[in-house]
């Protein structure tokens, strides 16, 4: 008798077990895997998460560029509930490096909302990418462009002070732009390549 009560007990537990297991896989087809590998986001979980569409691009381990990279130093000033956007022009598998910092003018660091984002050419500004989206003083690492497009980032100071954001990177980039309140300017960053290239002395832009 204990033996089969046993026995009906192990076979719910499977049974259990299993209907969790199928719950669970149903749950990553459709909150992850359909959106990533199949553009299919019935329930608008991978847009939220920016994983829509993602299997679609391909890049490279290696990707062998025809120019010399570039450096790049910035710094942008924000007042309290100012925001700011400083996006590079990249091709799909072009890469950078970088590193930022947001200080206030007595050096101390201080946090502000950051957004990584990227728009790919040719569609809505509205279904952008973001790759890394919060709150911090302070952000570095690399990035290979998974499409080609702008690729960069938003910045906005909650606080109180002036903060000044400073970025510095290298990557194989020829421009930017700059999206500020006073409009959209582009940045020419080909004297920087002539730079390099001649194998002179980089000089952080103005």
Do not use: C
């Not at 297991?21 to 920016?50: H, I, K, Q, R, Y």
């Not at 002070?161 to 006073?182: D, I, P, Q, W």
């Amino acid at each position: 008798m204990t033996d089969l009560h046993n026995a009906e007990l192990s076979t719910k537990a499977l049974v259990r077990i299993t209907i969790a297991t199928l719950v669970s896989a149903l749950l990553a087809l459709f909150l992850f895997v359909l959106p990533a590998e199949f553009d299919t986001d019935p329930t608008g979980v991978g847009e939220l998460l920016g994983i829509k569409g993602m299997a679609g691009y391909s890049v490279g381990a290696l990707s062998v560029q025809p120019q010399a990279y570039v450096d790049d130093a910035r710094e942008f000033e924000l007042g309290p509930f100012e925001s700011i956007e400083y996006k590079y022009l990249l091709a799909a598998g072009q890469s950078l490096v970088f590193s930022w910092q947001a200080r206030t003018l007595d050096g101390q660091l201080s946090e502000v909302v950051y957004d990584f984002h990227s728009e790919e050419t040719g569609t809505d500004p509205e279904d952008a990418v973001s790759f890394d989206i919060g709150r911090d003083t302070q952000r570095q690492g690399s990035y290979v462009a998974p499409f080609g497009g702008i690729h960069g980032w938003y910045w906005e100071n909650r606080g109180t002070e002036l903060v000044t954001v400073r970025l510095n990177s290298s990557g194989f980039y020829a421009a930017a732009k700059v999206y500020s309140a006073a409009g959209e300017v582009e940045v020419d960053l080909a004297e920087s390549n002539a730079l390099k290239d001649e194998g002179g002395e980089l000089k952080p832009p103005r």
